[in-house]
């Protein structure tokens, strides 16, 4: 497991300096990292798999099959990353990352309502950082929320992760 995470790391640091380039591909031992422009996949020989999409301009999508019922992706939000991740058991995860240009506050208050059917949840607020974790449907989730400055300009960074309930 902690290889097959080494390659998931490794493959994000090719993805985002291949963006122009063709296909590469690596094989190791443990399986395959196959880096086309943006996207990465990672293959373990074990069954395990992982699809990474990462600094494309404008942003990038999420997985077709990405549970926006289970937590959706505030309107302004720009993607800048987005895994989908099947284990060999073929449970599939994902990770997202979203900037918004709204305040850290506002960006929790539009989780804390769209996440408010959610069973077991957990808050916490840490001066202008905000976190929220729990149930919904057969997915368990966490959400974060950070202030981020980018070129003199505020706003929030999110970092979501949806995976299935145990």
Do not use: H
Not at 26 to 31: A, C, N, Q, R, Y
Not at 86 to 108: A, C, F, G, L, Q
Not at 143 to 162: A, P, T, W
């Amino acid at each position: 497991m902690k290889k097959f995470i080494l390659a998931v790391a490794l493959s994000v640091v090719l993805a985002l300096g291949a963006g122009c380039g063709g296909t590469k591909t690596i094989k190791t031992d443990e399986g395959t990292v196959k880096v086309d422009n943006n996207k990465v996949e990672v293959t373990t020989n074990d069954g395990g798999k992982s699809q990474i999409s990462v600094n494309e301009p404008g942003g990038i999508s999420l997985p077709e099959d990405y549970p926006k019922e289970i937590v959706p992706i505030i309107a302004d939000g720009k993607i800048v990353l987005a895994s989908k991740n099947e284990d060999p058991d073929k449970r599939i995860s994902y990770w997202v990352t979203v900037n918004s240009p709204k305040d850290p506050k506002e960006v929790y208050g539009f989780y804390q309502e769209a996440l408010k059917d959610a069973t077991e949840t957990q808050k916490t607020e840490v001066n202008n950082d905000y976190f929220i974790s729990g149930i919904k449907g057969d997915r368990s989730f966490t959400v974060s929320v950070s202030s981020e400055e980018n070129e003199g300009v505020k706003g929030s960074v999110i970092q979501i992760v949806v995976l299935p309930k145990e």
